[in-house]
């Protein structure tokens, strides 16, 4: 759990920071930065993307992990989580971006490979590294985010705690099972792949472009390892 308390203490400082010093960025300077953060999540998200050795498999993920993620109303209770808590902590000009800058830096740092592998190795082996990596780029992300998006994104280490503290409980619970898991895993990178799709996502949202309910598509990334696995039980190469 070393690894996910650090994530969790770079996630406060640089979503406290991002937000004192952006409140004191001009209208246009804020709207540019938050462009700029677009784009390069876009980018993020493609390469990712094309990290796929099957693009049906993605598409499938994406399909069946939407239509579960709509049935189970993920989008909705992330939102009202974030509007419990800003009810509850935002004032002023923080109320109207809280919610928002919540969400979207819980998606963001809960998606990707780092997070899986990471918390997988910290509760298997004691092994932060990857999560030292990770909360290393997450407090510069929530540094930027929150400059934009205010206080909310800092609250975002409540869903690191939850998620990756609770994937390294069940590395601790089933280590056997995990023991062999390593990047070039066929299903570690169709996950990363499926990951990439709802970063794209998140991007189109913080460019104004389209408002995809990235949340209902996160079971998407379960979806893609468990395709994986079934193709291989049925020795179906791909």
């Known amino acids: ?61 994406i399909l069946v992990g939407g239509i579960l993620g709509e049935w189970l109303g993920v989008q ?13 902590f935002a004032r002023g000009e923080q109320a109207g971006t809280f919610t928002r800058g919540f969400v979207t830096a819980s998606l963001v740092f809960c998606v990707g490979p780092m997070t899986i592998l990471g918390s997988i190795q910290d509760g298997l082996v004691g092994d932060y590294t990857l999560l030292a990596i990770k909360s290393t780029l997450d407090g510069f ?34 280590g056997g099972a995990l023991g062999s898991v ?8 169709e996950m990363t792949a499926t990951g ?20 209902n598509l996160l079971p998407a990334i379960f979806i893609a390892p468990l395709i994986v696995v079934a193709l291989a039980m049925l020795n179906i190469t791909f």
């Open 196 to 215: 990439g799709v709802l970063i794209m996502g998140i991007g189109l949202v913080l460019l104004d472009l389209k408002h995809v309910r990235v949340g």
């Open 141 to 174: 992300a929530g540094l930027a985010f929150a400059s934009t998006l205010g206080i909310g994104v800092a609250f975002a280490a409540l869903t690191v705690l939850v998620v990756q503290g609770g994937i390294s409980l069940a590395a601790m619970l089933f």
């Open 76 to 88: 909705a209770r992330l939102d009202a989580l974030g509007q419990m808590l800003e009810a509850r």
């Open 1 to 61: 759990m070393t690894g996910t308390i650090l994530n969790v203490i770079t996630v406060i400082i640089g979503g406290t920071l991002g937000a004192r010093l952006g409140a004191r960025l001009p209208h246009k300077m804020r709207e540019t930065v938050m462009h700029g953060i677009g784009l390069m999540t876009l980018v993020i998200g493609v390469q990712m993307a094309l990290g796929t050795r099957n693009i049906l498999i993605v598409l499938a993920s």
């Open 182 to 189: 390593a990047r070039t895993t066929p299903w570690v990178m």
